[in-house]
């Protein structure tokens, strides 16, 4: 059978039997091994065979489970009479032709031709079977690989997108602060107001004070150590007011600032002139002693944003110092409309 068997190897079908069992081998353990691992299990039937346990026990039941659950083609062949089909064996095609015992044919080679032809026929059917079953796969796994495809650019294209938009939201970030630059520190002058701002974000009130003034007298197109006279107040750029005042209230919490200054100058009384007023609003901001008896000197005051009362600073804004002029001919500078 076996040397029948060989030419069948070139298309891939490789035998074994169970002689091939090494010395020293688990034999049961191998056969068993075989049994389960095998496509097509040739069963050689004859009256030693169904004697034998190991094989009516073992070898037929794993064969037939196989064959029932498709995980092998079992093929009887019939070596000589005996009784086969009583067994389990009986519902399933055997060989050679008609189940002919091969003793009982005339040319023996031809029987086990016979044999060989079932072999290649049943390995042909199971080659057809996987080769079906790979071009039904190959679809799915193409799709499945597709899928996988898509899936992967969509998550760099998520990531891409995810990256772009932090980007631009940095960017935006980026605008919008430059533009909130641009308007803190705006000027219809061309007035750099960056070195005010770094003072009064690092609570220098005092050189911020003396920035202001000199900034102011910049505004008005004057020098250090002039004054500025009442029509510059009225005239003075509504921009860089706003911006000088928008820094002092913004660095200091809203204690300083001529707006802060300009609610206490309203309750007051609004005044314009020096008088009794006036007077009050000096003490409150702390310009003035306590009674109102006199200004109290540039050096005293406390240039701090906790001890120092509300709307102490800017103080280069009046005329007891020297400076800028915070009121003068009928006119303040805190009855701006747009403090």
């Given at each position: 059978m076996v040397s029948h068997l060989r030419p069948l190897e070139n298309e891939g079908i490789i035998s074994w039997y169970d002689?091939?069992?090494?010395?020293?081998?688990?034999?049961?353990?191998?056969?068993?091994?075989?049994?389960?691992?095998?496509?097509?299990?040739?069963?050689?039937?004859?009256a030693d065979f169904l004697?034998?346990?190991?094989?009516?026990?073992?070898?037929?039941?794993?064969?037939?489970?196989?064959?029932?659950?498709?995980?092998?083609?079992?093929?009887?062949v019939i070596l000589r009479h005996c009784g086969w089909d009583y067994t389990p064996l009986a519902k399933i095609q055997a060989y050679p032709?008609?189940?002919?015992?091969?003793?009982?044919?005339?040319?023996?080679?031809?029987?086990?031709?016979?044999v060989v032809r079932g072999v290649y026929l049943a390995a042909s059917a199971i080659?057809?079977?996987?080769?079906?079953?790979?071009?039904?796969?190959?679809?799915?796994?193409?799709?499945?690989?597709?899928?996988?495809?898509?899936?992967?650019?969509?998550?760099?294209f998520s990531d891409e997108l995810h990256i772009r938009q932090r980007v631009e939201a940095v960017e935006r970030q980026r605008q919008q602060e430059l533009e909130q630059q641009r308007q803190e520190l705006a000027s219809e002058k061309g007035i750099d107001y960056t070195k005010l701002?770094?003072?009064?974000?690092?609570?220098?009130?005092?050189?911020?004070?003396?920035e202001t003034y000199l900034r102011m007298l910049e505004a008005?197109?004057?020098?250090?150590?002039?004054?500025?006279?009442?029509?510059?107040?009225?005239?003075?750029?509504?921009?860089d007011l706003q911006t000088i005042d928008r820094l002092w209230v913004k660095y200091s919490n809203g204690h300083f600032g001529f707006s802060v200054q300009k609610k206490i100058w309203q309750e007051c009384g609004n005044p314009t002139s020096?008088?009794?007023?006036?007077?009050?609003?000096?003490?409150?901001?702390?310009?003035?002693?306590?009674?109102?008896?006199?200004?109290?000197?540039?050096?005293d005051l406390e240039f701090s944003s906790k001890k120092s009362p509300a709307g102490e600073l800017p103080f280069w804004v009046h005329d007891a110092c020297g400076g800028v002029v915070l009121m003068g001919g009928g006119f303040s500078l805190l009855s701006r409309r747009d403090l």
């Amino acid at each position: 059978m076996v040397s029948h068997l060989r030419p069948l190897e070139n298309e891939g079908i490789i035998s074994w039997y169970d002689r091939q069992v090494l010395p020293g081998t688990q034999w049961d353990d191998e056969i068993r091994a075989r049994l389960n691992s095998a496509d097509i299990i040739l069963l050689l039937i004859s009256a030693d065979f169904l004697a034998t346990d190991y094989c009516t026990k073992v070898e037929i039941p794993e064969a037939l489970r196989r064959h029932r659950a498709g995980g092998a083609t079992v093929m009887p062949v019939i070596l000589r009479h005996c009784g086969w089909d009583y067994t389990p064996l009986a519902k399933i095609q055997a060989y050679p032709e008609k189940a002919k015992p091969i003793k009982s044919w005339a040319d023996i080679d031809a029987a086990y031709l016979d044999v060989v032809r079932g072999v290649y026929l049943a390995a042909s059917a199971i080659k057809q079977r996987r080769q079906t079953a790979r071009e039904q796969l190959q679809p799915e796994q193409q799709r499945q690989a597709l899928e996988r495809r898509f899936q992967e650019l969509n998550r760099m294209f998520s990531d891409e997108l995810h990256i772009r938009q932090r980007v631009e939201a940095v960017e935006r970030q980026r605008q919008q602060e430059l533009e909130q630059q641009r308007q803190e520190l705006a000027s219809e002058k061309g007035i750099d107001y960056t070195k005010l701002r770094d003072l009064l974000q690092a609570n220098q009130w005092k050189e911020a004070d003396r920035e202001t003034y000199l900034r102011m007298l910049e505004a008005v197109g004057r020098k250090d150590g002039d004054w500025v006279r009442a029509e510059d107040l009225q005239n003075f750029p509504c921009a860089d007011l706003q911006t000088i005042d928008r820094l002092w209230v913004k660095y200091s919490n809203g204690h300083f600032g001529f707006s802060v200054q300009k609610k206490i100058w309203q309750e007051c009384g609004n005044p314009t002139s020096n008088g009794k007023d006036w007077d009050r609003f000096c003490v409150k901001v702390g310009w003035q002693n306590s009674k109102a008896t006199a200004y109290v000197p540039y050096s005293d005051l406390e240039f701090s944003s906790k001890k120092s009362p509300a709307g102490e600073l800017p103080f280069w804004v009046h005329d007891a110092c020297g400076g800028v002029v915070l009121m003068g001919g009928g006119f303040s500078l805190l009855s701006r409309r747009d403090l």
